[in-house]
């Protein structure tokens, strides 16, 4: 009782009341009602056109929108200048100007929020671009823009974070960077909004909620969403063709199933909570294993797969 | 009376426009403008046009159609007629103003939609700016880099070419000011342009399309004369007040204190219809332009989605 309390007294960081957005006949957000308390950390998962860039943008007052959005109490349509002081944003495809340097950009950045350049360098370095500060956008990578984007939403030391599928195009090194980055953010009590895709970052979220059409189909805390699914995971074994009837075996007592092989690969599928043991029993059994690569599975994929099969109702939709 | 008919709806109309802009822009304001990100927007905005290859080219061609070589010659030969400056600015009036919007209306028609086409204005707008404090960036940047490469182009040639007398100077800046105007008006239109378009090539064709039909039209003469002969000289008058080109150049000959010989058939409507209020009015005329085309182009883009 006194959590609730707590929860019903705090202001919350995002409060979406009644919002709706429509694309002339299309509906992209439908009367949608949400509040996201202080500290949480918000994963939003959806098909596409579910609307999750849509809800994002209104947030940040860049759509026009019927409704209300308050963002620690300022209304985004009244307020829009003291609403986006408490945001940072980093976006989906790292729009940033080609010609201008990483330095360049924090500078502007920093114009844009009506402050000095006293934070520049402390932002730069904790993602690890003071020393690239003077590349030019377009000399860097993917996942240098993304590391860029970050820094520059951090400046003004915004409560609210809104991260708008940050990882789309970054490699498997830069998203465990970013989960790194990510994971220093939430010690440091940030709200954080995220739209994504990626690897892991279901289980660093405090909050899943699901998109669809423009509404909010279902929402919970993730192992609870985790439970309701069968998460697999794909493993890839590089074996010699005679030893794949033997492997295929030995797997599938394991506990792997839906076996696949192109002749060098041999593809299975094993349930996420085993496919260590699965790993391990192959790795000890009699047949040499030149090579073996792990596909994680991802919780945003796997609920909107099911999603997409029509499993998930509107059992604890916020609306 | 009748003949200030006009002016007064083109006044009202510039009001209501003017007046109903400051209203949204102030309306739910809490705190002041965030002058800081307008100057950031405006800086910005203005070193990425400055640095555009197009505007380069352009206080080139100016410099060089104002610069006038034959008279350089003559000069050097201490031979210039005395009427040399009149001629010369009648010329450049002819040949140069048609052209001024080319250099605003590519800029500034590429400049909204280019950033919402890359992302960019996202990025912008996710930061505490206003809808219209980034229009207010954007419009002023381009305005001010545009006419930087007027006032370089046209002031280096005048320097050049008018150094026999500082007191012709006087018709130089003239020129120069309302070629600010005329450019101002074309970076709101301009702007309008970029705001409807979705696609950065629309926006330049588009862009061209205004300068074409402008200056196409801007060659009013006879249509000024076959409208005035069916419709009367107010009727006529109303024809040159709908191109921006054509107001701005007759304002220039009214404001250069070219003589009669200069006078184009639109000038003389002007002069007909207003007599001796005709400069401060034209110079009315082409200021509510300057407000009209800004004052859409800002109520556009706030009721616009930004991404």
Known sequence: MQQLATQQNEVPVVSIQNVEKRYGKFTALSKMSLDIQPGAHILILGPNGAGKTTLIKSIMGILNFRGRILIDGIDVNKDPRGAKKVIGYVPQNYAFYEALTIYDHAVLTTRLKNLGREQIEEKLRLVNLWDARTRRVRACSDGMKQRLGIALALIGNPKLLLLDEPTSNVDLRGQLEFQKILRSLLKQGKTMITTSHLTGLGELATEVIVLDRGKIVTRGPPDELMSRLSVNDTIFLRVKEADEPGITKLASDLGAFDFESDGDWLRATVPSKIKLGVVKGLMNGPYPIADIIIERSQIESEYVKLLQSGAVGMRDGGN | ?307
């Not at chain 2, 954007?138 to 002031?155: D, E, S, W």
């Not at chain 2, 010989?261 to 207003?274: K, R």
Request: charged share 10%; hydrophobic share 55%; proline share 3%.
């Open chain 2, 1 to 307: 009376m009748a003949s200030y008919d006009l002016l007064y709806g083109l006044v009202a109309i510039a009001i209501v426009f003017a007046l109903s802009t400051i209203y949204l822009f102030a309306r739910g304001k809490r705190s002041q403008v965030n002058a800081l990100g307008v100057w950031g927007i405006l800086t910005f905005t203005y070193k990425e046009a400055i640095r555009t290859k197009w505007v380069l080219i352009f206080g080139v061609i100016f410099f060089l159609l104002a610069v006038d070589i034959p008279d350089l010659y003559l000069s050097a030969a201490g031979n210039l007629p005395p009427e040399y400056l009149k001629q010369n600015i009648s010329d450049l009036l002819s040949v140069a103003f048609p052209l001024i919007p080319l250099l605003p209306l590519p800029v500034g028609a590429v400049s909204i939609v280019d950033e919402r086409e890359s992302g960019t204005l996202q990025y912008l707008l996710s930061n505490p700016v206003t809808k219209g404090e980034f229009f207010i960036g954007r419009a002023v940047g381009i305005l001010l880099a545009t006419t930087t490469v007027i006032i370089i182009g046209f002031g280096a040639a005048a320097m050049v070419s008018f150094t026999t007398g500082i007191s012709n100077y006087y018709s130089v800046i003239m020129i120069m000011l309302f070629a600010t105007m005329l450019n101002a008006v074309m970076v709101g239109i301009a702007l309008i342009v970029s705001e409807f378009s979705k696609r950065k090539a629309t926006a330049m064709g588009l862009g061209l399309m205004v300068w074409f039909v402008l200056a196409v039209v801007s060659s009013l003469d006879q249509l000024v004369v076959s409208v005035n002969l069916r419709a009367g000289a107010e009727a006529a008058l109303t024809l040159v007040l709908l191109d921006p080109i054509e107001t701005a150049r007759d304002l220039t000959i009214y404001g250069a204190g070219l003589g009669a010989q200069e006078q184009s058939i639109a000038s003389l409507v002007g002069l007909h219809v207003w007599r001796n209020n005709v400069y401060p009015f034209t110079f009315l005329s082409v200021v509510v332009w300057i407000v009209v085309t800004f004052a859409i182009g800002y109520l556009v883009f706030r009721h616009q989605d930004a991404a």
